[in-house]
Nanobody, 119 residues
Framework: QVQLQESGPGLVKPSQTLSLTCTVS??????????WSWTRQPPGKGLEWMGA???????HYSPSLKSRTSISRDTSKNQFTLQLRSVTPEDTAVYHC???????????WGQGTQVTVSS
């Protein structure tokens, strides 16, 4: 059974960097051909895909967030991490990590973590 769990601070100040970690169990993040992604949902809005890291370690980002986003991984801990720089209150959202299958569809999701950007 694949499980994903997000962790990180629930409150971030404007202009700072938001950093979240997704810990994966039940599957190695280096297993072919899975991708590991971050998605967010602002209050009252739909899901927004932010980016993903492939089993190879290559990264892919949403064009609208690419300039502020970095995704990295620690294979020894089976974790991958999201960093979002220069946050504003518009980055307030529930952030989810997920596994993307060969069809690039999220088949396993973390429960999500609320992040609020406020001074």
């Amino acid at each position: 059974q694949v499980q994903l769990q997000e962790s990180g601070p629930g409150l971030v100040k404007p202009s700072q960097t938001l950093s979240l970690t997704c810990t994966v169990s039940g599957e190695s993040i280096t297993t072919r051909y899975y991708y590991w992604s971050w998605t967010r949902q602002p209050p009252g809005k739909g899901l927004e895909w932010m980016g993903a890291i492939a089993y190879t370690g290559s990264t892919h980002y949403s064009p609208s967030l690419k300039s502020r986003t970095s995704i990295s991984r620690d294979t020894s801990k089976n974790q991958f991490t999201l960093q979002l720089r220069s946050v504003t209150p518009e980055d307030t959202a529930v952030y989810h990590c997920a596994r993307l299958n060969k069809l690039r569809i999220g088949d396993y999701w973390g429960q999500g973590t609320q992040v609020t950007v406020s001074s």
